[in-house]
């Protein structure tokens, strides 16, 4: 069974920084493609960022292009979210997904994704 587990959100000022981490246990790692998604309250969970499984590739939102970053580690497991400059409106609910995945392809859908954590609260604000 796979499980996914996020870490690392909390409270930030406007400008601020935070580091979501997803630590991934019962499968291949090494074989999904990983993403982010947020969902704010009264709305969509929507694409944040996606890793192809090499890290060769990776594919943004484009608000939140040059101020976040996403990378992996596949001997630790994980993925994460570094994320600089926040705003209010990044304010949501951040969550990780995993899709088993064809040679370099990585995934900016929902129902692309087959295996989901539980959630990380990120808010920002002063």
């Known amino acids: 069974q796979v499980q996914l587990v996020e870490s690392g959100g909390g409270l930030v000022q406007p400008g601020g920084f935070l580091r979501l981490s997803c630590a991934v246990s019962?499968?291949?790692?090494?074989?999904?493609?990983m993403g982010w998604f947020r969902q704010a309250p009264g709305k969509e969970r929507d694409f944040v960022a996606a890793?192809?499984?090499?890290?060769?590739?990776?594919y943004y939102t484009d608000s939140v292009k040059g101020r976040f970053t996403i990378s992996r580690d596949n001997a630790k497991n994980t993925v994460y979210l570094q994320m600089n400059s926040l705003k209010p409106e990044d304010t949501a609910v951040y969550y990780c997904?995993?899709?088993?995945?064809?040679?370099?392809?990585?995934?900016?859908?929902?129902?692309?994704?087959?295996?989901w954590g539980q959630g990380t609260q990120v808010t920002v604000s002063s």
């Open positions: 890793i192809n499984w090499s890290s060769s590739r990776t």
């Open positions: 019962g499968g291949t790692f090494s074989s999904y493609a």
């Open positions: 997904a995993a899709a088993r995945a064809y040679v370099n392809a990585l995934y900016v859908r929902r129902d692309d994704y087959e295996y």
